[in-house]
């Protein structure tokens, strides 16, 4: 047995060492060793991964569509980066010690794209597409302030820490701020005027009533909406509960 072993240990490492393994770039991300702010950042820098798993989940659960075309937006703002960027073809800077990018090119920032195409996009849905209906107008409008510095303040570590970590020159990483966020108003825009007057035609399509797909637009504060239709329909269960328990 141990024979086997051992020969199974050395047919991997000649295997090894006749081709060397890639590793998945897409989430690659390097940092100085021993330098914490650069370890920080690094984690920092796969925000945009984390946002594209979190739409993810929320379409498999919640199949709304705005949501829906949130992320279209998000789709299409990265394949309009990759386009710009294989026209323009700016190389990296070179001081940047790194073995391993998942593109060549640098110019815009994808990652500074991403994150401000959803930080602007997510800042005007706040502020002119979500609305309050109870009276609780101060406290809706100060965890608006706090939601949107915390939007800014990530981008913006997102974005310096392409720089940072010498992914990108500055210049490529506000490019990439400049077109993420004229996209991201843009798409808001478009999402506002096109699609949304479209979404309850669109809802009411037998293949959008198989997948349980909603639209929720004409709904002013979908989370209130949510918060008070469950807590409502909760008591009512309570109720009928306890009136048969009787």
């Not at 789709?75 to 710009?84: A, D, H, P």
């Not at 323009?88 to 593109?103: A, D, L, M, N």
């Not at 510095?149 to 974005?159: E, G, R, W």
């Not at 010498?166 to 077109?179: E, F, L, N, R, T």
């Amino acid at each position: 047995r141990d024979a086997v072993k051992m020969a199974a240990v050395a047919q991997c490492s000649v295997a090894v060492e006749k081709e060397r393994w890639q590793p998945l770039s897409l989430t690659y991300v390097e940092y100085p060793p021993g330098d914490l702010t650069g370890k920080v950042l690094a984690y920092l820098s796969l925000v945009p991964v984390f946002i594209l798993f979190g739409f993810v989940t929320l379409i498999v659960f919640k199949r709304e569509l705005h949501s829906i075309s949130f992320l279209c937006g998000l789709v299409l703002n990265e394949s309009f980066n990759w386009v710009v960027k294989n026209i323009i073809k700016e190389p990296r800077p070179c001081q940047g010690g790194h073995s391993i990018v998942f593109t060549e090119y640098g110019m815009p920032s994808s990652h500074s794209q991403f994150i401000w195409f959803f930080s602007i996009y997510s800042l005007l849905f706040l502020y002119l597409r979500m609305h309050q209906t109870n009276n609780a107008r101060c406290l809706d409008l100060l965890w608006r302030h706090i939601l949107s510095i915390c939007l800014l303040t990530v981008a913006f570590l997102v974005s310096y820490s392409r720089v940072y970590l010498m992914y990108h020159s500055w210049s490529q990483v506000i490019y990439g701020i400049i077109a993420g966020g004229v996209m991201g108003a843009i798409w808001f825009i478009f999402t506002q005027e096109v699609l949304t007057p479209l979404f309850p035609r669109i809802a009411s399509w037998p293949v959008s009533e198989f997948f349980l797909i909603r639209d929720t637009s004409l709904i002013p504060n979908i989370l209130w909406f949510e918060y008070t239709v469950t807590r409502s329909e909760a008591r009512n269960r309570q109720r009928k509960l306890g009136t048969k328990m009787q």
